[in-house]
């Protein structure tokens, strides 16, 4: 299912709404980035 484009982009929106509800830039940048990661069907680590 992590393949599935679903499920990538309904992850990589929850990574977006959990930045934007981050108050510091270093971690609101790494969830941008795993939102990233996650729409393009790749692991974030």
């Not at 990661?37 to 680590?45: D, L, M």
Request: without cysteine; proline residues 2%.
């Amino acid at each position: 299912a992590a393949g599935d484009a679903q499920v990538q982009k309904g992850v990589a929106a929850l990574y977006e709404r959990r930045a934007d509800g981050e108050d510091g830039l270093m971690s609101e940048n790494l969830y941008r980035s795993a939102s990233v990661y996650a729409a393009k069907g790749r692991p974030f680590s």
